[in-house]
């Protein structure tokens, strides 16, 4: 006897019917899932927070030591004054500059990140002609593209945001008294700083795994450019550090002394030192925060080695340019190439 002949097409499908308009998101989520599953991936958002966790201990041990040192000399005596004003450092810095160190300090763990989630997303497809799969089914090329623009964006901008919320919210907790509060509504603009760095992370490493067919190289070429470009950003800072012939103090003209009030510098050197990856992500957040940084760790800052914060206008639309770039790269890159035997 002869048993009939399954029908596998999707004729007799009678489940459930999401619209059209869900397409991109199932190839966005299942991406968004299998980063969220690898443990590297939070081991890596985890110490992408240390900043947050070193500035956060500091100050809870200088606090004691304050604490300690007003009982031991006494709270009347202006040598207690003196001592606590000295050690209460946390009163001489803006909470702004922290997010803004926090952000800074863990952009080579973003890298890291990046490059696990985003560098074989294309590149794998590329190899086992996924596309054909894909582009076979009811999905469009542009569902393709959207839904793997957010499958390796939402991992990225969790990771950024994750430590930076935590730091957040354990400040409005614990430092309200200290001015934390004060500063809350700059967390949105480091929110929007972090979604716009995501994104250029994204779009970069799309474009070059579309040109790939192993991810491993596409990680290689993308880890290069972000370090070749880092490097140049770091010999504009030291050119920047160099004190030039003069100084205007309080109107007067001495010599080049570094930290003195206000340096002649090249007005070149500023715009060139955010000319990288690394660079555009920071000025950009400097923008939208407001803030010129300083030294971390609540250090005084020193004006002469501070590069001030460039035009947020400007680096917001080069880096849309740069996304609009790589995204089109991607997009000519994608298209179904039957294989013929």
């Known amino acids: ?19 059209p308009s869900a397409r991109w998101w199932v190839i966005a989520k299942m991406h968004t899932l299998k980063a969220f599953r690898n443990r590297f991936y939070w081991l890596f958002v985890g110490l992408s927070g240390w900043y947050y966790l070193v500035i956060l201990t500091v100050i809870f041990i200088m606090q004691m030591v304050s604490s300690n040192a007003t009982e031991m000399v006494g709270t009347s005596g202006e040598a207690a004054n003196e001592l606590v004003r000295q050690i209460q450092f946390i009163d001489r810095f803006l909470w702004k500059n922290q997010y803004l160190h926090g ?153 080049a002394i570094l930290g003195a009030e206000v340096v002649d510098r090249n007005p070149l050197l500023q715009p060139a030192f955010y000319g990288s990856i690394d660079g555009l992500n920071i000025g950009l957040a400097k923008a939208l925060l407001n803030v010129d940084g300083g ?11 501070t590069v001030p914060a460039p035009n947020g206008f400007m680096v917001f639309w080069l880096m849309a340019a740069i996304c609009a770039f790589w995204l089109f790269v991607f997009w000519r890159r994608v298209r179904a190439v039957e294989v013929v035997g």
């Open 295 to 305: 030294n971390g760790f609540g250090m005084p800052p020193d004006p002469a080695a």
């Open 1 to 19: 006897m002869s048993s009939p002949i399954a029908d596998l097409s999707y004729r007799t499908y009678d489940g459930p019917l999401n619209p």
């Open 103 to 255: 952000f800074s300090y863990g952009q080579l763990t973003y890298l890291i990140i990046a490059l696990l989630v985003g560098a074989g997303a294309v590149a794998n497809d590329n190899r086992s002609n996924a596309l054909l799969v894909y582009l076979s089914k009811p999905c469009t090329k542009l569902d393709y593209v959207v839904g793997k623009f957010f499958g390796v964006w939402i991992p990225i901008v969790t990771a950024m945001v994750v430590p930076s919320l935590f730091f957040f919210l354990y400040g409005m907790m614990s430092y309200r008294g200290q001015g934390f509060a004060l500063y809350a509504p700059a967390f949105l603009s480091l929110v929007l700083a972090m979604a716009m760095s995501a994104a250029l992370h994204t779009s970069i490493l799309l474009g070059i795994s579309s040109l790939m067919k192993q991810g491993r190289i596409a990680g290689i070429i993308y880890g290069a450019l972000y370090m070749i470009t880092n490097i140049f950003t770091v010999m504009i800072w030291a050119f920047w550090l160099q004190p030039l012939g003069q100084v205007r103090s309080n109107g007067a003209t001495t010599n």
